[in-house]
């Protein structure tokens, strides 16, 4: 078979790749594109730990082929925040000591960001419903769903 060349934009940057009509988008961005936060820790969509948006929409990127995101928008955990200026998520995380190992923390980070970008102001409730799907084998999950609480407040400015 012969590779599929694929024009998308990765966390606002346009690049291009050639893949494999079978490859996923997330061999794409660890193998191609060398975005390694993302991980596969199932491969078959059940833990988060590969989560991305791809305009604007949560999905698994082990469950997505790359050949189709064409035209499209991804944003991996990347492309959120910097070193030397992290997004409130990250910050809170950290500041809530909310990671261990860090397989899980990229797609908590990545899904996170897409519930409060949809609810700016979500219940502890709607906080642990919307991270059902990723799992996380050494926090628990309560000094998790703390931080994503404390980043919300942080990103409505109430939080210093």
């Not at 989560?51 to 928008?73: K, N």
């Not at 990545?110 to 419903?129: C, F, G």
């Not at 000094?143 to 919300?152: D, G, P, Q, S």
Request: charged share 20%; proline share 4%; with cysteine.
């Amino acid at each position: 078979m012969s590779k599929i060349h694929v024009s998308t934009q990765v966390n606002g940057d346009q690049v291009e790749f050639l893949c494999e009509p079978e490859e996923t988008l997330l061999d794409v961005l660890r193998d191609h594109l060398n975005l390694t936060g993302a991980k596969e820790g199932c491969g078959t969509g059940d833990c988060g730990a590969c989560s991305v948006t791809i305009d604007g929409r949560l999905v698994a990127a082990c469950l997505v082929l790359g050949a189709e995101v064409e035209g499209s928008a991804v944003e991996t955990v990347e492309g959120i925040g910097a070193p030397d200026a992290l997004h409130p998520l990250q910050r809170q995380i950290l500041q809530h000591a909310a990671l261990q190992c860090g397989i899980c923390t990229p797609g908590i980070i990545v899904a996170a960001k897409a519930l409060l970008a949809q609810n700016p102001d979500p219940s502890e409730q709607e906080v642990r419903y919307w991270l059902a799907g990723n799992l996380c084998r050494c926090t628990g999950y309560d000094k998790i769903i703390r931080a994503v609480l404390a980043a919300a407040g942080e990103m409505r400015g109430e939080n210093p």
